[in-house]
C-alpha cells in the first residue's frame, strides 16, 4: 500500500500540469463543453490511477523478470538462445505496451481501416523483436554502438526511399510508441542484467544504455517493409474519428497481449530462473498489478482524455495567429517530457549507474528543451505548407549520427534511450490527439501526413540535446583535467 501511495503521488505530481493547462485554456482561449470537460477530468483520474498501479506492477513484477531474463540471456553462452529470448520479449512486451495499442489505434481510426490495429501490432513487433535479439546480440559480441547505429539507420533511410511520407511518417512515430511505460523498464532491466556479467566495470556502465534506442528501430523498419506491399495513396482526406473501445474488449486485448510474458516467467522459472517461491509469487503478483494498471489506463485514455487533446488542436488551429498553436505547442512540449513516468525510471538508472555524475535533474531539464522544439516545430510543420517529416528527420539524424564519434560512448547510448522514453503514454495520447485536431482544422493539411510524425519527433530531439550535454561534459572534464 505505502509503495502504491508513494506512485500515485508520483503520477500525480506528472499528470498534473497536463490538466492545469487545459482548465487554463478552457477559461481563456477555448473553451469546452461541460460534458467534455467532465469526461477528460475522470480519464485523467482514470490515467493517473492506472499508471500508479502500472508502475507497482513493473517494479515487483517486470524489473525482477527483466534482470533474470538477461543473466539467463548471458549465462547460457549460446547466440541461438540469446537470439530467441531476445525476440520472444521484444515482440511480446511491444504487443502489450500500451503507447502502441494506442498509435495503433489512431492509424486504423485515420486510416478508415485500411491499416488495421492488428496489421500495425505485428508489423512493429516483429520489427522490435528481431532488433532486441541484434541488441542483446551487440552487447555479448561487443559490436560499438554507435557503428551498430549507423548501420541501421542506413538501411532505415535506404527503406524510406521506396516509401510514401505517410507510412514513414506512422513508421517513426512507431518507434516513439514502443517505448512505453511497460516496454522501457523491462528492456532496461534486461540490457542491466546483460552488462552486469561482464568484467570490465566501463564497458559494463556503457552497455547498460543503448538496447531501447535499438529496439526500436525495429519499429520503423517493420511499418516501411510493410509500406513496400500496402499502398497508402486510397486513404487521402479520411475524416478523423476519436478511437475508442469498449471496457470489455480493452479488458481482454490486455489480457491476451500479457499472457505470453507470463507464460515465459512461468516457463523460465522452471527451466532457468529457480528463483525463491516467494518471489516468484512476487513476479506472478506485479503482472496481476501490471494488467490491472494498463486496463485502468486504456480506460481513461478512451474516455475523454485524447478526445479533449482533439478539441484544443482544432480550436488552437482555428485562430488567425498560428503562432498560438505552435506557442502552445512548445509549451506543452516543455511540460510532457515531466509527465512521462518512463523518464524517470531511466534518469533514476542514469544517476544510480554513474554513481551521480549525470544528475537526473540536468537531463530533465535537458530533454524539456529537445521535446519543447519537437512538439514546436511539429506544429509549424501542420500550419506552413510544403514543410515535411524528412526536412526535420534526415538533418536531424545525420546530426545525431556525427555526435556519436564526438561525444562520451555512455552518452550515446543514454541519447537513444532517451529518445524513446520521451515519447511515452502523454505523447502517444494527448500529445498525437493534440496534433490531429489542428491538423484536421486546417483545411489545406492532411491528417496521415502531418499529425502523425508529431512522436517521431520527440523520439529524435533527444538525440541531439542529450548528445550536446554529454559534449559539454566532456568539455568540462578536459578543463578540470588542466
Not at 58 to 63: H, K, M, P, R, V
Not at 429 to 455: K, M, N, R
Not at 458 to 469: D, F, N
Request: charged residues 10%.
Amino acid at each position: 500500500m505505502n509503495v502504491l501511495l508513494h506512485k500515485l503521488k508520483e503520477v500525480l505530481y506528472a499528470v498534473s500540469p497536463i490538466i492545469i493547462i487545459v482548465l487554463i485554456l478552457n477559461f481563456t482561449l477555448i473553451h469546452l463543453p461541460g460534458l467534455i470537460l467532465f469526461q477528460f477530468i475522470m480519464g485523467a483520474l482514470a490515467i493517473i490511477v492506472g499508471l500508479a498501479v502500472l508502475l507497482v506492477g513493473i517494479e515487483i513484477g517486470i524489473l525482477p523478470f527483466g534482470n533474470h531474463m538477461g543473466t539467463a540471456v548471458l549465462k547460457s553462452n549460446k547466440l541461438w538462445f540469446v537470439i530467441i529470448v531476445g525476440f520472444l520479449l521484444g515482440f511480446f512486451v511491444n504487443i502489450a505496451e500500451p503507447d502502441l495499442q494506442v498509435l495503433a489505434g489512431q492509424v486504423s481510426s485515420v486510416t478508415g481501416g485500411y491499416i488495421s490495429m492488428p496489421v500495425i501490432l505485428l508489423s512493429v513487433s516483429v520489427g522490435t523483436g528481431i532488433m532486441l535479439a541484434l541488441g542483446i546480440t551487440r552487447i555479448v559480441k561487443k559490436i560499438p554502438l554507435n557503428i551498430t547505429f549507423i548501420i541501421i539507420y542506413g538501411i532505415v533511410l535506404i527503406l524510406a526511399l521506396f516509401s510514401s511520407s505517410d507510412m514513414m511518417a506512422i513508421g517513426f512515430d512507431a518507434s516513439g510508441a514502443t517505448t512505453g511505460s511497460l516496454t522501457v523498464p523491462l528492456i532496461l532491466a534486461l540490457c542491466v542484467g546483460v552488462s552486469a556479467m561482464k568484467r570490465n566495470s566501463k564497458s559494463s556502465e556503457e552497455d547498460s544504455f543503448g538496447l531501447v534506442g535499438i529496439m526500436s528501430t525495429g519499429a520503423i523498419l517493420g511499418v516501411l517493409i510493410l509500406n513496400l506491399f500496402i499502398k497508402t495513396d486510397n486513404i487521402k482526406d479520411v475524416l478523423l474519428e476519436t478511437h475508442s473501445q469498449k471496457i470489455t474488449d480493452i479488458a481482454f486485448q490486455s489480457f491476451i497481449a500479457l499472457l505470453p510474458m507470463v507464460m515465459i516467467l512461468v516457463v523460465f522459472q522452471k527451466i532457468n530462473f529457480h528463483a525463491h517461491r516467494r518471489a516468484f509469487f512476487k513476479m506472478l503478483l506485479g503482472f496481476l498489478y501490471t494488467y490491472i494498471g494498463l486496463v485502468i489506463f486504456l480506460i481513461g485514455v478512451n474516455t475523454g482524455f485524447m478526445n479533449v487533446g482533439n478539441i484544443i488542436g482544432q480550436k488552437l488551429a482555428e485562430y488567425d495567429n498560428k503562432a498560438i498553436l505552435v506557442g502552445t505547442g512548445f509549451l506543452l512540449g516543455m511540460i510532457i517530457i515531466l509527465t512521462e513516468p518512463a523518464v524517470y525510471v531511466l534518469t533514476h538508472q542514469i544517476e544510480l549507474v554513474t554513481s551521480g555524475y549525470i544528475k537526473r535533474k540536468t537531463v530533465l531539464a535537458t530533454l524539456s528543451i529537445g521535446v519543447a522544439f519537437a512538439v514546436g516545430l511539429s506544429m509549424l510543420r501542420i500550419v506552413v505548407p510544403g514543410i515535411q517529416l524528412w526536412h526535420y528527420i534526415l538533418p536531424g539524424f545525420v546530426i545525431s549520427m556525427i555526435l556519436t564519434f564526438i561525444v562520451p560512448k555512455i552518452f550515446v547510448g543514454i541519447a537513444f534511450d532517451s529518445g524513446g522514453v520521451a515519447s511515452g503514454p502523454m505523447t502517444a495520447t494527448f500529445i498525437l490527439a493534440f496534433a490531429q485536431g489542428a491538423s484536421d482544422a486546417i483545411e489545406y493539411s492532411d491528417i496521415l501526413t502531418d499529425s502523425f510524425g508529431v512522436i517521431a519527433m520527440v523520439a529524435m530531439t533527444p538525440l541531439i540535446a542529450l548528445q550536446v550535454l554529454g559534449l559539454i561534459y566532456k568539455i568540462k572534464s578536459r578543463k578540470s583535467e588542466v
